[in-house]
């Protein structure tokens, strides 16, 4: 299937960005305010990884058992991989995150600034005071480093243009079946979102929109969780052993639907967006709330197999797995775990666990009709 | 509470259960030194026996709390005073976990998570607490049964994901504190955050305690457990006297009570027992290695299941181990404590552990302990289950040896499970490090 | 007369077999795997020939390691669901599977119908393998052959603590200087290797009877081990290395009946 949009490479991107005068801020996973950044001249630019680079620049930092994101998020650091960045962001997800953020401010010391966020891991009310505060705490900081300092009208703007950018996100997520695209295609233009100035992303979104026909149903519908699916050939392998992804809880996408904000303060409604988003580990949600999303989100997309594709030692996910998947069987929905290393090809192992998975729940459909 | 469960919590704890373990202690007090077989190291404190039997004491009272006093379950670095003040039956897991550890069934225990789906890169602490819980194995009789749980991300993250499966496993209240990770210093709105999730704290422990936290308890309980700190700073200091009158090898197993029965009177009376002895071994120059030529800093947890191994090993070259950053972090907070401002201070307190602070912090303070306690070396135990602790060392080690000009060894291993620990390799790699020492 | 056939491209051998109308096993061939698969199978198809006669129009099923490479094939299917059909029609009930093979092991859950309820697949360390005895068994100088009667006829077991290949080999070493019988280390190390597929199966959950297939049914210390581990007897089918592609083989022929005709295997 051709692509229906042409997404811009992130190399363009960055390249035509710095061109205008612009700033790029290199932004580690998972969650952070995207407006702030925009606030202050920088476009973030999201480092999930990358996947295949040479790790022995992490590995002269970090043990073997600190997991591939950070691993490789370090190592593309350190060889040169993100020299474009003017500055360093290292949101607070897992403790994996908190020592690179560490190590990067007492000990590597980067040409670029670092700037570290603690996200709470509540819902309360003293949570989103306290991410509040965190962010006009950032926001000095920021002031400090670019000697600007944007009005609250200002901020405010840039928080518009994100939520609108989010609502068309969602959409996309919610109508993904009806694009004429196939799930690889679907999720370059979503995985956009990590690289796009939110404008030209809510652009390219209304443009596949526009373009949405009759839902297709092409293969066994699977719900797919996980914090990032790499390699992205996963997908095609997916679609040729007759799968296809109708809804997902992954990290990088799902898990950041952020509905929009309705505080008149602009640092609490960024706040507010981030702690209101979908259920995540690395938020500190209850077991029983990603459980009760991951039902609602296989009911309403009609997965009939979940795949829990997770980095090797990656603690917020694998704590969650036994009860969720156990929960999830009682209610129907069988599931399968695959760790993955963002190192590691695609391995042959891998594949027949995805391929021997959805044969098992195409198994199960079978018996059912006959019945 | 029921009558029964009362009447049964006294007679076999505090009748029975005491004058047992009293009357175990003193023949283990009588018995003295008789079957201490090493060459290489002193024989252990006296009061290891009374340890023996406060711990003891506090599992015994565990198997009987259930429906007798309202039990929590906190991590190591939770406000405790909160709910001692609030007369809970306090449990570790961690603690626990680390008994299971050095008793070797970790194995046994862990497996039960594992098989459960709880994958083997988890904290093995976590395992073994699972497992237990699950399972129901463990060596001290039976766990009570939790009504509340509190975990205070101050050590970790990992904690949090592991209270948030045992909520889900009792369907109890999980107390969250959350502590914002210091990357330099802590922020006025941090320090904020974490004093209003203590107040707000107090009324959900009032509620599962049925009763209302006294303030006039809350102090005692913080004046004692800031004596039992100070105290237990005291004794770790002890150990700048050369010889070294004990190892941190001591310090593993005499720190239990500072870490779970902090607040309570009789854990102070411990450590100024311990304390006596320490000088009293200092002042007739009794070193626990018999002929110690070097000193060493041990950082991360320990290695549960393999302390005496290492203390003999190290010992044989009289290399002894007397300071680490970790039994530090149970004395170095207590001048932050302030029992007439409990929750400012207890705030600040319990952002401040060095696992909640920069890893540049925790190499000024390697670099510190260097200093004051005279050291030759350091070894850094990268310790696959605690990646809050680990991550850095490899930056620290390398400062270590090139600013202050001390060998550092990196040694890979895990505090709780012995299948990642390869004797043949640490054997080779202490080797070597003592050779660079001087000391083969 | 030969209705379909199947074969079974693993990591150590390649299998193929045919069946009848009824699903009876006709024929089978089995040889080590080689690096050119390809012609591997061409060869394995002229053989068939010459034993069973004209293949024209027999469906074909490829499974296991390599099945993609097996253009002839009429379909790919997992070796997953190609053991669980194999072993249900061979034994006639469901229950939990376990193959261990060289290069993957798997423990299968099979429902009384024969359909795969839910599997696990060994992690990327080789721990629950049969990689894992061969390697060290190798350093020992004992051959794959003999290493499960070795191991049965030890008098001493020792504890291989450590599951990672990596130091179970630096354990083996250190217990060898330190004069332990080579007896009671492969001992040891069956139990380490047995003791992980026990893990794998508990997670699956263990739904009795235990069947177990796969080349390492030849080795009977793992057998014997595997009862003792769990508790439960071990049925062993009658060709436990075939069961993947005889599952494949009824496969294709169910789908034959399914669609009323077959793709040319040449």
Known sequence: MKPAVTIPRRSEVVRNHRQAGGAIAAVLPIHYPRALLRAFGFLPVEVWGPPQVDTSYGAAHLQPYVCSVVRNGLSFLRSGGLDVADLLVVPHACDALQGLGSILLDFIRPRQPVLPLYLPRGRRESDLDFLAEEFRAASQRLSEITGRVPSEAELLACIVREEEADRLLAELHRRRTELPMSDLAFYRLVRSREYLPAERFAGLAEEALAQAGDPRADGVPILLSGILPEPMALFEALEEMGGQVVADDLACCGRRLYPPGSDPDPFRRMAQRILNGPPDPTRGSPIEERLAHLLRLAEQSGARGAVFYDVKFCEPELFDLPDLRRELTKAGLPSVAIETDLNDPLSHQTLTRLEAFLEMVEGARGKGQEV | ?440 | ?266
Not at chain 3, 20 to 41: A, F, K, N, S, Y
């Open chain 3, 1 to 266: 007369m030969t209705q379909a056939l199947g074969i079974d491209v693993g990591a150590a051998t390649t299998k193929m077999v045919a069946v009848d109308g009824e699903g009876r096993l006709l024929w089978h061939w089995l040889e080590e795997t080689e690096p050119r698969i390809e012609e591997q199978v061409a060869r394995f198809l002229a053989a068939a020939r010459e034993a069973l006669g004209p293949l024209d129009g027999v469906p074909l099923i490829a499974t296991g390691y390599g099945r993609r490479l097996i253009h002839q094939a009429t379909r790919r299917v997992t070796e997953i669901t190609c053991h669980a059909l194999g072993i249900y029609r061979e034994l006639g009930h469901g229950g939990t599977l376990v193959d261990i093979g060289g290069q993957d092991s798997k423990a299968i859950r099979i429902g009384p119908d024969g359909s795969v309820v839910d599997f696990v697949m060994n992690d990327k360390c080789a721990a629950g393998t049969g990689r894992f005895l061969e390697n060290t068994a190798r350093r020992l100088g004992v051959g794959l052959e003999e290493m499960g009667q070795v191991a049965l006829a030890a008098t001493d077991e020792v504890t291989i603590s450590s599951t990672c290949t990596v130091f179970a080999e630096s354990e083996v070493v250190s217990l060898i200087a330190h004069g332990v019988g080579v007896p009671a280390i492969l001992r040891g190390l069956h139990r380490a290797l047995v003791q992980r597929v026990v893990a794998m199966v508990r997670t699956v959950g263990l739904e009795p009877p235990l069947m177990l297939s796969g080349g390492v049914v030849r080795n009977p210390a793992v057998c014997r081990m595997l009862e003792e581990e769990t508790g439960h007897p071990v049925l062993l089918p009658r060709h436990p290395q075939l069961m993947g592609a005889y599952g494949a083989a009824l496969l294709a022929l169910a789908e034959t009946g399914r669609r009323g005709d077959g793709e040319n295997t040449g």
């Open chain 2, 1 to 440: 509470m029921g009558l029964p469960a009362a009447w049964r919590y006294h007679w076999n704890v505090d009748l029975l259960g005491r004058a047992a373990l009293r009357v175990n202690r003193w023949l283990a007090q009588r018995r003295g030194d008789a079957g201490w077989n090493s060459q290489v190291l002193a024989p252990p404190l006296r009061v290891s026996a009374w340890n023996k039997e406060l711990i003891a004491r506090h599992y015994l009272a565990g198997r009987y709390a259930n429906g007798y006093r309202k039990v929590a379950w906190v991590t190591s670095g939770a406000p405790v005073e909160l709910l001692k003040a609030l007369d809970f039956y306090v449990l570790y897991p961690e603690n626990h976990a680390a008994l299971c550890g050095a008793g070797r069934v970790v194995v046994e225990i862990a497996s039960e998570a594992e098989d459960a789906g709880f994958s083997r890169d988890l904290c093995s602490y976590a395992r073994t607490d699972i497992g237990t819980v699950l399972s129901g194995k463990t060596p001290v009789g039976r766990l009570p049964r939790p009504d509340l749980l509190m975990a205070c991300t101050n050590i970790c993250q990992t904690v949090l994901y592991w209270y948030r499966v045992l909520a889900h496993h009792f369907r109890i209240p999980l107390i969250l504190i959350d502590t914002p990770f210091i990357y330099t210093e802590a922020t006025d709105h941090a320090i904020a955050y974490v004093r209003r999730q203590l107040e707000e704290a107090v009324e959900v422990a009032e509620e599962v305690a049925g009763k209302p936290l006294r303030m006039e308890r809350l102090r005692e309980v913080g004046r004692l457990s800031q004596r039992a700190s100070e105290l237990w700073m005291e004794i770790m200091e002890r150990c700048r006297h050369r010889p070294s009158p004990i190892s941190v090898f001591d310090q593993f197993i005499q720190m239990a009570p500072v870490v779970e029965m902090r607040g309570e009177p009789e854990t102070v009376d411990f450590y100024a027992a311990m304390l006596r002895e320490v000088d009293e071994r200092i002042a007739r120059g009794i070193g626990v290695v018999k002929e110690e030529k070097r000193r060493l800093l041990w950082d991360n947890l320990p290695i549960w299941y393999r302390l005496r191994y290492l203390a003999e090993f190290l010992g044989q070259h009289g290399a002894a181990i007397v300071a680490s950053t970790y039994t530090n972090a149970w004395g170095e907070l207590a001048r932050m404590i302030d029992p007439d401002r409990p929750f400012e201070s207890m705030a600040r307190t319990y952002m401040h552990p060095i696992l909640n602070r920069g890893t540049g912090e925790k190499l000024a303070l390697m670099r510190r302990m260097v200093e004051e306690y005279k050291l030759d070396g350091v070894i850094l135990h990268s310790d696959r289950s605690c990646k809050p602790y680990s991550i850095g060392q490899i930056d620290q080690r390398d400062r270590l040896i090139r600013e202050v000009g001390v060998p550092a060894l990196l040694l890979e291993a895990d505090h709780n499970d012995p299948r990642a620990f390869s004797e043949e390799q640490v054997a080779t790699r202490l080797s070597a490090f003592l050779e660079v020492l001087g000391l083969a």
